[in-house]
């Protein structure tokens, strides 16, 4: 009770502080986000994609278990739960989620009982298989955009440089 009565009394110091202005832009930037989805011609449309993006990502987190002896007993919901803490560590401001996705997958697998080697090894599975796909998704998509002209090439011709 102390604690909130001090929160309070402080709270004019505390919206000073630069952290709280940057956690209240990030507060803001996600309402807002959320928020124009109400905007869209097609909200039911992204949100079944928005759906079925997230089924296929916690449907690879629980298939991923199914490579490794040690985490062939694990639910679905176990995969969820690694699937939460993976992304936590893929949004961490840090390149590619590289460190961070590894050590949150391992103990949210330590949480199960699989051992560290096990849960560091499907970390380093599952992060790989996923980096190795986006990456070569990404590069067969820039080259199928660089081979046809796309609707901006056809509507506004090519482009010439200043001369």
Same mark, same amino acid.
């Given at each position: %009770? =102390?604690? /909130?009565? +001090?929160?309070?009394?402080?709270? $004019?110091?505390?919206? #000073?502080?630069?952290?709280?202005?940057?956690?209240? #832009?990030?507060?803001?930037?996600?309402? @807002?986000? *959320?928020?124009?989805?109400?905007?869209?011609?097609?909200?039911?449309?992204?949100?079944?994609?928005?759906?079925?993006?997230?089924? *296929? =990502?916690?449907? %690879?987190?629980? *298939?991923?278990?199914? /490579?490794?002896?040690?985490?062939?007993?694990?639910?679905?919901?176990?995969?969820?739960?690694?699937?939460?803490?993976?992304?936590?560590? *893929?949004? $961490?401001?840090?390149?590619?989620?590289?460190?961070?996705?590894?050590?949150?997958? #391992?103990?949210?697998?330590?949480?199960?009982?699989?051992? /560290?080697? $096990?849960?560091? +090894? =499907? +970390?380093? @599975?599952?992060?790989?298989?996923?980096?190795?796909?986006?990456?070569?998704?990404?590069?067969?998509?820039?080259? @199928?955009? %660089?081979?046809?002209?796309?609707?901006?090439?056809?509507? =506004?011709?090519?482009?010439?440089?200043?001369?």
């Amino acid at each position: %009770m =102390y604690r /909130a009565w +001090a929160v309070w009394h402080n709270r $004019a110091r505390i919206r #000073q502080l630069v952290f709280f202005d940057k956690l209240s #832009q990030l507060a803001k930037g996600l309402l @807002a986000g *959320m928020l124009s989805i109400w905007r869209l011609k097609n909200k039911g449309v992204f949100l079944l994609h928005t759906g079925f993006i997230w089924l *296929m =990502y916690c449907l %690879m987190a629980y *298939m991923a278990f199914l /490579a490794f002896p040690e985490t062939r007993h694990l639910t679905p919901g176990a995969g969820l739960a690694v699937l939460a803490f993976g992304t936590v560590g *893929m949004a $961490a401001p840090v390149s590619g989620g590289i460190g961070t996705y590894h050590v949150l997958v #391992q103990s949210a697998l330590l949480a199960y009982g699989i051992s /560290a080697e $096990a849960g560091i +090894a =499907y +970390a380093l @599975a599952a992060h790989g298989s996923q980096t190795l796909l986006v990456a070569l998704l990404g590069g067969i998509s820039l080259a @199928a955009s %660089m081979l046809r002209p796309g609707p901006a090439t056809a509507a =506004y011709g090519r482009i010439e440089p200043n001369r």
